[in-house]
């Protein structure tokens, strides 16, 4: 079946420092990539997502990249704040669109971001 | 708060007892999902509905398990005969019909802990 690796699994940085969140996936058809930030006992929310007819995407100081030769995609954040502590989750779509045109997705395991005063 | 609602937020029950959930998605979301989420993982997708038809389960759904959408608005997720194994936060996420149907608005989850 489809699988989704995410590392690293926990990342600690300091106040105004970058963050690299690193992910790759199993199936070539896929052509949807979400990141969803989760605060401890809130919903997923998603914060940036890229197709995969684009290989960059940046939304103020987040960005995303892809390279679909390699399957792998990433999550940059940038100038990180302590507001950006949470668990950060990437996902991709799955092979078979479900019937009726929905979409499956498959989630990594999440990275804890720890941004450090 | 006009995004996707879930009740019970938490849920404690007894091993054997039946519980159910429910999940309103955003108006005019045609899409609903159910995925469950345990601790230190991501979410896992269960099952899929687009408006009243119930199209896709993963094999993660047992036979205890069973949800409905049956005006194609809210879903409920029904777990017969709750097993320890069970307990795990409950995600349902909606997407619109159209433009942008890949992205998929999650509700708060309700946390279900079997005893």
């Known amino acids: ?46 914060i940036i997502d890229i197709r995969s007819n684009v290989g960059e995407k940046k939304d103020q100081r987040i960005a995303v ?3 679909k030769t390699a399957k792998h995609f990433s999550l ?24 009726g045109g929905g979409n499956k997705l498959t989630f990594g395991t999440g990275t804890q971001l720890k941004v450090e005063l | 708060d006009t995004g996707v609602s879930q009740d019970p937020r938490h849920k404690i029950t007894k091993r054997g007892q039946n519980v159910t959930f429910r999940c309103d998605p955003i108006s005019e979301h045609n899409r609903l999902y159910w995925y469950r989420q345990t601790l ?47 307990s795990a936060m409950y995600l349902c996420a909606s997407s619109p019909w159209g433009r942008d149907t890949d992205t998929q608005y999650f509700g708060p989850g309700t946390r279900l802990t079997v005893l």
């Open chain 2, 40 to 86: 230190g993982q991501g979410p896992e997708f269960l099952t899929y509905f687009q408006n009243e038809a119930q199209l896709e389960k993963s094999r993660l759904l047992s036979d205890r398990f069973s949800a409905e959408r049956p005006k194609g608005s809210f879903s409920t997720l029904e777990i017969q005969r709750t097993e320890q194994g069970d």
């Open chain 1, 1 to 46: 079946g489809e699988n989704v690796e995410q590392h690293p699994s926990t990342l600690s940085v300091q106040e105004g420092d970058s963050a690299v969140i690193k992910c790759t996936y199993s199936d070539s058809a896929s052509n949807y990539f979400p990141w969803y930030k989760q605060e401890l006992g809130k919903r997923p929310q998603l």
């Open chain 1, 76 to 99: 940059h954040i940038t100038e990180t704040q302590p507001e950006d502590s949470a668990v950060y989750f990437c996902a991709a779509d799955s092979i078979a669109k479900l019937t």
């Open chain 1, 65 to 67: 990249t892809l390279n």
